[in-house]
């Protein structure tokens, strides 16, 4: 006997990430030797992210080296499809405080 499902196979996972950028220089780094290792990326938008990577604010540099792809590997019976991400600075964002903290 074969059990049929109505649910289907793709699922969106909606996720917000804040991160604190602690070392500048760090991160335009990795987004400079990301751009470096992107062998498919063409000649001119190579060029404009190497640009922004030098220019822009830190969060063009963040989102080059950010890998939702790899998010779930070595996850079983998971295929990510696609995945998409920008990433812009946020001023008005405030750290939760920690009671435990002291």
């Known amino acids: 006997m074969t059990v049929e ?4 196979r793709y699922v969106r996972i909606p996720a917000e990430i804040v991160v604190e950028v602690v070392d500048e220089a760090a991160v335009r780094a990795a987004a400079r030797a990301a751009v470096d290792a992107a062998t498919d990326m063409p000649e001119e938008e190579r060029a404009e992210a190497l640009e922004r990577i030098a220019s822009e604010d830190i969060a ?22 696609e995945a998409t991400w920008s990433a812009e600075e946020d001023e008005d ?3 939760f405080e920690d009671d435990d903290e002291d």
């Open 60 to 81: 063009d540099a963040v989102a080059l080296v950010v890998n939702l792809d790899g998010l779930l590997d070595g996850t079983e019976g998971i295929e990510v499809v």
């Open 5 to 8: 499902t109505t649910q289907t």
């Open 93 to 95: 964002y405030e750290p």
